[in-house]
């Protein structure tokens, strides 16, 4: 049974990891997306202020470099089950926010409000596969029965 928890955590993490590097190799049009789909709060607009003029970059194009290290960082922590629970956790944050804002189908209409359902449901399938490898951690121990009697 290890095997197969090895096997399906592995190819779980690539979606992350090329979804990561992806955004990194077309940083552009990650940054218009979540420039079209984000909106700054008048609250933290002080705060991204400082950001661009100590970063010179676009808040956009911030949030698009941290989006894409996070979901490669975490997709090879999972993959090489380091750190799963964390990462795992991290991605759980991750989702749910990028669901929020990126596939916000209650909004739309049509074609593509069904479009984005689909999306938001296929990410709280995530979401319940990293509660998952969150629950398991590291994976079974060499003393756990549960997974020797099988």
Same mark, same amino acid.
């Given at each position: 049974?290890?095997?197969?928890?090895?096997?399906?955590?592995?190819?779980? %993490? #690539?979606?992350?990891?090329?979804? &990561?590097?992806?955004?990194? +190799?077309?940083? =552009? $049009?990650?940054?218009?997306? *979540?420039?079209?789909?984000?909106?700054?709060?008048?609250?933290?607009?002080?705060?991204?202020?400082?950001?661009?003029?100590?970063?010179?970059?676009?808040?956009?194009?911030?949030?698009?470099?941290?989006? %894409? #290290?996070?979901?490669?960082?975490? &997709?090879?922590?999972?993959? +090489?089950?380091? =750190? $799963?629970?964390?990462?795992? *956790?991290?991605?759980?944050?991750?989702?749910?926010?990028?669901?929020?804002?990126?596939?916000?189908?209650?909004?739309?209409?049509?074609?593509?409000?069904?479009?984005?359902?689909?999306?938001?449901?296929?990410?709280?399938?995530?979401?319940?596969?990293?509660?998952?490898?969150?629950?398991?951690?590291?994976?079974?121990?060499?003393?756990?029965?549960?997974?020797?009697?099988?």
């Amino acid at each position: 049974m290890p095997a197969f928890i090895t096997f399906g955590r592995v190819l779980f %993490a #690539v979606l992350f990891i090329f979804s &990561g590097a992806s955004k990194l +190799l077309e940083l =552009g $049009a990650t940054t218009a997306t *979540i420039s079209a789909k984000l909106v700054v709060p008048d609250v933290l607009t002080t705060y991204t202020t400082q950001l661009e003029g100590m970063t010179g970059l676009p808040t956009a194009q911030m949030l698009a470099i941290a989006a %894409a #290290v996070v979901e490669l960082v975490c &997709g090879l922590a999972i993959a +090489l089950n380091f =750190g $799963a629970r964390f990462f795992a *956790i991290v991605l759980i944050l991750f989702v749910i926010v990028a669901t929020f804002y990126v596939h916000d189908f209650w909004n739309q209409t049509g074609a593509d409000q069904k479009n984005n359902m689909i999306h938001a449901l296929k990410n709280l399938s995530l979401v319940g596969a990293l509660f998952i490898i969150a629950g398991i951690g590291r994976g079974p121990r060499r003393n756990d029965p549960g997974y020797t009697d099988v």
